[in-house]
Each structure stands twice: as structure tokens, then as C-alpha cells.
């Protein structure tokens, strides 16, 4: 079964500074997808980025980009020139790309502060 | 823009009552999920639905029960509300291969 750890429970980083949030998944499968997601306080939840596996170029959504290393089973987000509507809850997740299956495997989160 | 609405985001039932929970999407999506949101436990799949009338049970489906009778919207029902089922409730719902999209979570308290 596959599983998605988060190892940070709650990150600080100065405004305008650059943070990285790790996640790390195990997987047997070669085809798959992995997101990261930001919950702001009270908010809806957001896509923030989203990486296929068999893509070797790292995403990048302008401040947000990932350091997707398929071999370690790593996935990071780095958030550069952090601001303050940067602080949420972020989640990582992975998905299959078998075509029968619909789940979603989420990691337990990080809390990100940010600091004025 | 894709909308997914829940129908309460705040509710307090007590032991015992029938809790239904309900979500709607608007961007005729085929997937719908309920989820579980605790601290320190992430997300937490309680059923999810891939068309009209078909559901699965996702890691933790005890105590509760989904229904799908309309491709846009997707219910989650908790026929015998206990305390440990007090937590924050996330519907989504995606395309086939496309991203997840969430609703603003219902926080549910049972007393």
C-alpha cells in the first residue's frame, strides 16, 4: 500500500524568505501523480501544485516549486519570497495512475508560519 | 471556476441522531469524495463515488453511509451520530485524471 509522510508537523520562515517543505512517499508503482495542497486558516482547501511522475522537469507555479526526486521517493515544495497569505495548513498527496483507481493518499500536513 | 459547496459548515448534533451531510459540485465531475480531516491524521477517505448510484468504501467507512443519486451532488450520512465522530468533513470531487477540488469542510461537533 502506498503511503504519504509528512516529517515536519509545523514550520516558521521570516516574510520574504524562502522555505521547503519535505514529503516523502513509498510506492511500488511506476505511473503516478503527486500534489501539494494548502488549506489557509478556515479557508477551502487549494491546489497549489502538481507533479506526473514520468515528467522529469520539476513543477513550477511561479513563487511555488517542487524538487521531485522519483529514485529517493521524495517530493519537497519550496515557497520562495514567502508571504504572510503564504501561512496554511499544506498537505502532500499521491495518486495512482491505474486507470481503476480513485484514491487519493494524503499525508498529515504542515503547518506553516509565516513571519512579519 | 469550479464551485463545490457543503451544505453547513458548522453544525452540533447530539449522540445518536441522524446526521446528514451534503455536497454539491457544479462542474458535472464524475468523482466525488468524503473525507475526514483530524489533527495530526491529515485526510482521511470515508467513501468516495465514481457515477450515479456507484460508491466505494475508502479507509475508514464505519458509522457511516453515502448516497449518490445525481451526478452533482453526494451525501454522507451518519445514521447514529456518536462523539468520536466529532471532526471536520471535506467533500471533492474531480474529473477522471484531474486534480481534486474541495468544499469549504463542514465542522461537525456530536454532543
Known amino acids: 500500500a502506498q503511503t504519504v509522510t509528512q516529517s515536519q508537523p509545523e514550520m516558521s520562515v521570516q516574510e520574504a524568505e524562502t522555505v521547503t517543505l519535505s514529503c516523502t512517499y513509498d510506492t511500488s508503482e511506476s505511473d503516478y501523480y503527486l500534489f501539494w495542497y494548502k488549506q489557509p486558516p478556515s479557508r477551502q482547501m487549494i491546489l497549489v501544485i502538481r507533479?506526473?511522475?514520468?515528467?522529469?522537469q520539476n513543477a513550477t507555479e511561479n513563487r511555488f516549486s517542487v524538487n521531485f526526486q522519483k529514485a529517493a521517493k521524495s517530493f519537497s515544495l519550496k515557497i520562495s519570497d514567502s508571504q504572510l497569505g503564504d501561512a496554511a495548513m499544506y498537505f502532500c498527496?499521491?495518486?495512482?495512475?491505474?486507470?481503476?483507481?480513485?484514491?487519493?493518499?494524503f499525508g498529515t500536513g504542515t503547518r506553516l508560519k509565516v513571519l512579519a | 471556476d469550479v464551485k463545490v459547496t457543503q451544505s453547513s459548515r458548522y453544525l452540533v448534533k447530539r449522540t445518536g441522531e441522524k446526521v446528514f451531510l451534503e455536497c454539491v459540485q457544479d462542474?458535472?465531475?464524475?468523482?466525488m469524495f468524503w473525507y475526514r480531516q483530524d489533527p495530526g491524521l491529515g485526510l482521511r477517505l470515508i467513501y468516495f463515488s465514481y457515477d450515479v448510484k456507484m460508491k466505494e468504501k475508502g479507509d475508514i467507512p464505519e458509522g457511516y453511509s453515502v448516497s449518490r443519486e445525481k451526478k452533482e451532488r453526494f451525501s454522507l450520512i451518519l445514521e447514529s451520530a456518536s462523539t468520536n465522530q466529532t471532526s471536520m468533513y471535506l467533500c471533492a470531487s474531480s474529473s477522471y485524471y484531474e486534480t481534486q477540488y474541495f468544499g469549504p469542510g463542514t465542522r461537525l461537533l456530536v454532543l
Open positions: 462542474m458535472d465531475h464524475e468523482n
Open positions: 507533479q506526473e511522475a514520468y515528467k522529469q
Open positions: 498527496a499521491y495518486r495512482s495512475g491505474d486507470s481503476g483507481t480513485y484514491k487519493y493518499i
